[in-house]
């Protein structure tokens, strides 16, 4: 069964600090993986993904996110911190060998804290 | 709609009530999840749909959970004989048949058992 494990349940960050989020993952199929943003009472937004190709791939807000295959990880890094990335983040990978069409597993998530 | 509605945003209700939730996807999306939430976790797959049928349903954590999809479009969620631990944020997505991985949430619906 596919899982992710987020190391970390609360970072708290300097604003233009480099902002770092972990997360691991165990699937028995080559993975998707996912990093989605989540702002108060608001839905889950998609940052960026990783399917296939390139192992470093770009999202939206500046986040981008390498796939290491040997190390089983999935981390998400931004250079510098905005005030605006407060938010909880969750890693997430496909449930199935059905690239994601039947839904994805995600971890506990994590929470960003952005000090001034 | 232009994005994944759901209704009610909030819902209090007793133990032992019945309780519906309601989605409607994105225009055109086959696909539709159910996710829960509960405080300070992740979102925890319950069923998903493709067109009418639930294909995988295998998240429902008993069988006071069921959830329809009858045309093909809107879903309801339907929880019997609600239990205090039901509370949570119940979530749902759908996606195209084209970005089938590319799941779009909506805002969810919090329940609250008294």
């Known amino acids: 069964a596919q899982s992710v494990t987020q190391l970390g349940s609360h970072v708290s960050v300097s604003e233009g600090a480099l902002v770092l989020l972990r997360c691991n993952y165990s699937?028995?199929?080559?993975?998707?993986l996912f990093w989605y943003v989540q702002y108060p009472n608001q839905g889950l937004q998609l940052l960026l993904k990783y399917t296939t190709g390139a192992t470093l791939v770009k999202g939206i807000n500046g986040f981008e996110a390498e796939f290491k295959k040997s190390e089983t990880s999935f981390h998400l890094t931004k250079p510098s911190a905005h005030m605006s990335d407060a938010a909880e983040y969750f890693c997430a990978v496909t449930r199935g060998p059905g690239g994601g069409a039947d839904g994805l597993t995600f971890g506990k998530g994590t929470h960003l804290i952005i000090q001034p | 709609g232009a994005g994944v509605s759901q209704t009610p945003s909030n819902k209090v209700t007793e133990k032992g009530k019945y309780v519906e939730l309601r989605c409607d996807p994105i225009s055109g999306h086959t696909a539709l999840y159910w996710y829960r939430q509960s405080l300070g976790q992740g979102p925890e797959f319950l069923i998903y749909?493709?067109?009418?049928?639930?294909?995988?349903d295998s998240g429902l954590p008993n069988d006071r959970f069921f959830a329809v999809r009858p045309e093909g479009s809107v879903s309801t969620l339907k929880i019997q004989r609600t239990e205090r631990g039901d509370s949570a944020v119940y979530l749902c997505?759908?996606?195209?048949?084209?970005?089938?991985?590319?799941?779009?949430f909506g805002a969810g619906s919090r329940l609250t058992v008294l």
């Open positions: 997505a759908s996606s195209s048949p084209i970005s089938a991985n590319v799941l779009t």
């Open positions: 699937s028995s199929v080559p993975p998707y």
């Open positions: 749909f493709q067109g009418t049928g639930a294909a995988d």
